[in-house]
T-cell receptor
Framework: AQSVTQPDIHITVSEGASLELRCNYSYGATPYLFWYVQSPGQGLQLLLKYFSGDTLVQGIKGFEAEFKRSQSSFNLRKPSVHWSDAAEYFCAVGSSNTGKLIFGQGTTLQVKP | DAEITQSPRHKITETGRQVTLACHQTWNHNNMFWYRQDLGHGLRLIHYSYGVQDTNKGEVSDGYSVSRSNTEDLPLTLESAASSQTSVYFC???????????FGPGTRLTVL
């Protein structure tokens, strides 16, 4: 079955510290992979996407993610977290044929001053 | 600027009533999607459409229906609202199935 797992429900980091949010997926074909961010009361904003090519993907707001096929992972990273990064982060896997997305449960990021 | 809007943003209704949530996009995207967001479940797909007159069931379609009479709109109807349908509903659109989806601001629905 196709699925996305975000093992960490909540993560707290200090402002200025590095961040890594984990995402593992189970998908039969070559997946399209996405990270979205949701601020409280807002819709989802695309941070970055992987379709093919270079496995290290750069996104907005200083985020990057690395696709590791052997580990079925697509972890999100940021070298130095800002207080404004506090939000909920969703990993999603999709099909280029159907366009449908399967989302993980989300990881809530809290940033300590 | 092109955008995707949802209305109403908040809705309280009673069990058994019919409710329609609106979704409107001005990107001229072919594909439109409806999701519900619940704690512990992330976002789950309710219905989706690849174009006018096309609709398809998603993972959690029971109790919901959609219709696509034009490119811009995909209204979601709850035929007879149930308390289990209390949730936040998001509409999204994409130009092609191989493109990313863009999301609306969401509608918070409470069924009493």
């Amino acid at each position: 079955a196709q699925s996305v797992t975000q093992p960490d429900i909540h993560i707290t980091v200090s402002e200025g510290a590095s961040l890594e949010l984990r995402c593992n997926y189970s998908y039969g074909a070559t997946p399209y992979l996405f990270w979205y961010v949701q601020s409280p009361g807002q819709g989802l904003q695309l941070l970055l996407k992987y379709f093919s090519g270079d496995t290290l993907v750069q996104g907005i707001k200083g985020f990057e993610a690395e696709f590791k096929r052997s580990q079925s992972s697509f972890n999100l990273r940021k070298p130095s977290v800002h207080w404004s990064d506090a939000a909920e982060y969703f990993c999603a896997v999709g099909s280029s044929n159907t366009g449908k997305l399967i989302f993980g449960q989300g990881t809530t990021l809290q940033v300590k001053p | 600027d092109a955008e995707i809007t949802q209305s109403p943003r908040h809705k309280i209704t009673e069990t058994g009533r019919q409710v329609t949530l609106a979704c409107h996009q001005t990107w001229n995207h072919n594909n439109m999607f409806w999701y519900r967001q619940d704690l512990g479940h992330g976002l789950r797909l309710i219905h989706y459409s690849y174009g006018v007159q096309d609709t398809n069931k998603g993972e959690v379609s029971d109790g919901y229906s959609v219709s696509r009479s034009n490119t811009e709109d995909l209204p979601l109807t709850l035929e007879s609202a149930a308390s289990s349908q209390t949730s936040v509903y998001f509409c999204a659109s994409s130009l092609k199935t191989s493109n990313e989806q863009f999301f609306g601001p969401g509608t918070r629905l409470t069924v009493l």
